[in-house]
Structure formats: structure tokens, C-alpha cells
């Protein structure tokens, strides 16, 4: 029987929980999985040690879902189907991921949500939390030390060998996340975290290049607990930032995943808004969430874009850089794209209609500059690479990828009618990246580059958000 959440249940089935000296281990009925008397916090797995609790935790848990047949929603097979899988027993909710980019971060923080509380009860840890891999802290850009170690569960020997030695990501990962989280729109934002998200994917190697096979790596849970944490830093910078509480599309879309009792649950947009209020979890080291709420009944249907440049040119990616000319549409868009390098408009590159047959494999830096520039890391505004998306060997799932880069200082003091973008393909790693072709295994087609104006998502009305607020405190 399918059921939905009902948060008062849930506190007080947390309520019901025991702690048992401090081994933090369920007693009681097994379904008690849910809170403890504070949100559980995601930590640092960089910073873990082979023996911290958590990871000890997840390990017990590994251990015990592989276990499980595969038919079963609480195994490792069966929750990493629900990612992506070749098998073609189509069970419930499996490939239900990247159907949609426009809840690429709602979607994975529900995912990652019930996989949590299947992994406490697997545990027998009743606070454990997901770690996350912050690949864009410098010190941290190798794969956590825990993950390399070939002895244990965490390890995955499908992983490129490099990866697994400890070789660094490539710094501008870094640089492509900062200029995704300057943009104001939600989904322009999400679009620029998406890019170096999948170059992550690519550049781990194995099983997490390839949608259907990502999760079956325990580092995917791990990367993508960074990548929802962006959400929650991304809104606490403020400056207009606002979930799509009032897009109806986005609210009333639902998606189906299993509890901890191996139950199907359901799940929309606003049921994530608020990671600690809602779903009892938060961040190590992150900065006060943003609690918002979706209004009962204010809607939106429309956001001014303007497009200030468009090359529709057929454009192949291949081995080596690719120059491309991007002419403004006329004097009015020269003059607005002059004023948007004054900040009064977010400029951002749009690269969509992107496909290839199958993985290439690479990933590509995105650099703008005046014409005839070299490409450096002061020109790079984003990096991306094709996982999931833009993938027609996925039919059943396919539609073309797009992009959104945050153009900033890469483009203040610039011709607007000298503007040139190179497309520069990478490994993903540190080493010799700059030096050395890299070439893809298929060549990647994009049908589009454009440069527009973004605006942000309008905001909620703030009295209903404070009367929310009030109801929700005195559940």
C-alpha cells in the first residue's frame, strides 16, 4: 500500500526512539528510523577517518542491503535501479531519474532522503547521515581517503585507477559551482550545478559514468549530498533567491520511492523545502537554511528571458578546442548586454539541443573572451559533461542537455560584438589536462548557444510565508 508522509507521525515515531548508552542503535518496532531529538547532520567525508561511526555505519548497511534479493526496494540493487539500471525487469520506480532537469535537485534530495532512513534501519544507527565529497574545497578534490581503501565496502575497483590512488578533480570545478551559485534563477542556478556535477560523474570513472550504473558506487550518495547541500547555500545567500514554490508544475509533480520498511512512499516539491523542518537533517558547516513554503494557491507561469545572441550553426565537439563567434542580434542587445556587465541583469551563456549516441566520456571547459582570446582560468565560466541527459542510447528517457553559465566578470569590458566561446575538452582531472587531447569516444552535438538575460523567480508573498511558518511550528 503506497502512503504518503505526514510529519506529525513522524515526530512522534522519532519521539519513540530510544538511545541505548550512547550507541545511538534502534530499539523497539523496526520502523523507527526517522528522527532523533535533533536533525541528523550530514558531515565531511573528507575529514572522516576509516573508523568514524558513520562510515562504520554505512559499511554495516552496505552489508546488509547487497544481502537482500534484488527484487526487494530496500536492497543496494534495487535502490540504485532506482537511479538508473539495465535490468529489464522495469520494477517499480526504477530509471525515474533525469526525466526531468527541472528537478534535478528536488528529485536526488528525495532520493537521497529515503535512501537515509533505509540506511539507518540497516545501520541500526537511528541518526545516521549521509556524508557528502566537497569537490570544489582544494584540499579535498581526491576522493575521501575512506573510499580509496580497497579493503573495504566503500570502495568501488570499477573507479579509474588514478581515482582510486587519490588524483585530484580538476580546480575548475571550483570556479564552474561558484559562478552557478551568483545566479538568481532557481533553475539557471541548478542548470550551472548540473555541468559540473556530471563532470564529477565522468571524471570518478566506472560506475558512476554511466546513469544506469551511478548509484551502484557508494561515492554517488556522497556526491550527491554535496550537490544538495548547494541548494541550501545557494538560498542562504539571499539576493532575490527563491525556490519554485510557485511553479505548478514543480509542485504537483510526484515522484514515488520506499521507506525503510520497504514501502512506497510519495513525494512532491514542497514536501523538500526545508531540510531540517521537514526531512530532520543538516549540513556540517552550513549556513542558516532558508525555510520557505509553498503558497496554497499563488502560481507563476511566466519569467522574462531575453535573448541577446543565438548561433544556431551545426556544432560538433571532438578532441580539440572549438572556437565560436557570438554575434549580438542587434544594437538594442548590445546596449542591454553592456548593461547587464554592469550587473543590473544576470548575463548567462546557454549551451542546449546537446546529444551524442552515447557517453563520450569527457568533459568540456566552458571559456568566454574577446575574439581571439586563449582560453585561461580567468576566461573559464563552467565546465560540463553528458550523464543522463543528451544521451540517445537511453531512448526511453531521452531529451538533449542544456546548460546555463554564469558570465559575470568573464565578459565586463568586452565588445559585445567581439564575444567568442571556446569549448575546450578535459579529463576532468588535474593532471596534465592542459597539455593533452582528450579525446571523446562519440562526438557530442550542440544545436544551440545563446546569450541571455536572466531575471530571477518571482518571490512568494511574504505574509503567507510567516503565517506558514506559524502553522507549522504549532504541529
Known amino acids: 500500500m503506497e502512503t504518503r508522509i505526514d510529519r506529525r507521525q513522524l515526530l512522534k515515531a522519532g519521539a519513540a526512539a530510544t538511545v541505548v548508552g550512547g550507541t545511538q542503535l534502534f530499539t523497539g518496532i523496526p520502523a523507527l528510523a526517522d528522527y532523533a531529538a535533533a536533525p541528523a547532520v550530514r558531515r565531511n567525508a573528507s575529514t572522516m577517518t576509516a573508523s568514524d561511526p558513520i562510515l562504520r555505519g554505512y559499511t554495516r548497511a552496505i552489508r546488509a542491503m547487497r544481502a537482500l534479493p534484488d527484487t526487494n526496494p530496500c536492497s543496494w540493487f534495487y535502490q540504485a535501479a532506482i537511479h538508473g539500471t539495465y535490468d529489464p525487469r522495469n520494477l517499480p520506480s526504477w530509471n525515474t531519474c533525469h526525466l526531468d532537469s527541472n528537478f534535478f535537485w528536488a528529485w536526488h534530495r528525495m532520493y537521497l532522503y529515503w535512501f537515509e532512513r533505509i540506511v539507518r534501519k540497516q545501520s541500526g544507527m537511528y541518526d545516521w547521515a549521509i556524508p557528502y565529497w566537497?569537490?570544489?574545497?582544494?584540499?579535498?578534490?581526491?576522493?575521501?581517503?575512506?573510499?580509496?581503501?580497497?579493503?573495504?565496502?566503500?570502495?568501488?575497483?570499477?573507479?579509474?585507477?588514478?581515482?582510486?590512488?587519490?588524483?585530484?578533480?580538476?580546480?575548475?570545478?571550483?570556479?564552474?559551482?561558484?559562478?552557478?551559485?551568483?545566479?538568481?534563477?532557481?533553475?539557471?542556478?541548478?542548470?550551472?550545478?548540473?555541468?559540473?556535477?556530471?563532470?564529477?560523474h565522468i571524471s570518478v570513472g566506472g560506475n558512476m559514468v554511466d546513469v544506469h550504473t551511478a548509484a551502484?558506487?557508494?561515492?554517488?550518495?556522497?556526491?550527491?549530498?554535496?550537490?544538495?547541500?548547494l541548494w541550501n547555500a545557494w538560498l542562504a545567500?539571499?539576493?532575490?533567491?527563491?525556490?519554485?514554490?510557485?511553479?505548478?508544475?514543480?509542485?504537483?509533480?510526484?515522484?514515488?520511492?520506499?521507506?525503510?520498511?520497504?514501502?512506497?512512499?510519495?513525494?512532491?516539491?514542497?514536501?523538500?523545502?526545508?531540510?531540517?523542518?521537514?526531512?530532520?537533517?543538516?549540513?556540517?558547516?552550513?549556513?542558516?537554511?532558508?525555510?520557505q513554503y509553498c503558497p496554497r494557491i499563488w502560481v507563476f507561469d511566466h519569467i522574462d528571458i531575453a535573448v541577446l545572441a543565438r548561433t544556431r550553426a551545426a556544432l560538433v565537439l571532438g578532441a580539440r578546442p572549438v572556437r565560436v563567434p557570438l554575434p549580438v542580434a542587434d544594437a538594442d542587445a548590445a546596449k542591454r548586454l553592456r548593461q547587464a556587465a554592469t550587473g543590473e541583469r544576470a548575463l548567462v551563456l546557454r549551451l542546449a539541443g546537446i546529444e551524442a549516441d552515447s557517453q563520450p566520456g569527457v568533459s568540456w571547459e566552458v571559456h568566454v573572451g574577446p575574439k581571439g582570446f586563449a582560453p585561461s582560468p580567468r576566461s573559464l565560466v563552467g565546465m560540463f559533461a553528458l550523464f543522463g541527459a543528451g544521451l540517445k542510447d537511453r531512448p526511453q528517457h531521452f531529451h538533449p542537455a542544456e546548460f546555463d553559465f554564469a558570465l559575470g566578470r568573464a565578459a565586463a569590458g568586452i565588445d559585445p560584438s567581439a564575444l567568442e566561446v571556446v569549448l575546450v575538452p578535459v579529463s576532468g582531472l588535474e593532471s596534465r589536462e592542459r597539455v593533452e587531447a582528450v579525446q571523446p569516444r562519440v562526438p557530442v552535438r550542440i544545436g544551440e548557444i545563446d546569450l541571455v538575460l536572466d531575471a530571477p523567480l518571482p518571490m512568494p508573498p511574504r505574509d503567507e510565508q510567516e503565517k506558514l511558518r506559524r502553522e507549522e511550528a504549532s504541529q
Not at 590512488?165 to 534563477?185: D, F, R
Not at 551502484?216 to 547541500?229: G, K, L, N
Request: charged share 15%.
Open 134 to 200: 566537497d569537490w570544489t574545497n582544494p584540499g579535498e578534490r581526491a576522493l575521501p581517503p575512506a573510499f580509496r581503501n580497497a579493503s573495504s565496502l566503500l570502495y568501488d575497483g570499477s573507479r579509474y585507477a588514478s581515482i582510486n590512488s587519490g588524483t585530484p578533480l580538476s580546480s575548475g570545478l571550483a570556479t564552474s559551482v561558484a559562478n552557478a551559485m551568483i545566479q538568481t534563477n532557481y533553475f539557471t542556478s541548478q542548470n550551472g550545478v548540473s555541468g559540473p556535477h556530471g563532470t564529477v
Open 237 to 291: 545567500q539571499g539576493g532575490g533567491r527563491t525556490s519554485p514554490v510557485g511553479a505548478a508544475t514543480w509542485r504537483n509533480s510526484t515522484y514515488t520511492f520506499f521507506d525503510e520498511c520497504c514501502q512506497p512512499v510519495t513525494m512532491k516539491g514542497c514536501d523538500v523545502l526545508r531540510a531540517a523542518l521537514q526531512l530532520s537533517y543538516v549540513y556540517e558547516g552550513e549556513p542558516p537554511q532558508v525555510n
Open 216 to 229: 551502484q558506487d557508494p561515492i554517488f550518495w556522497a556526491h550527491h549530498s554535496f550537490v544538495d547541500r
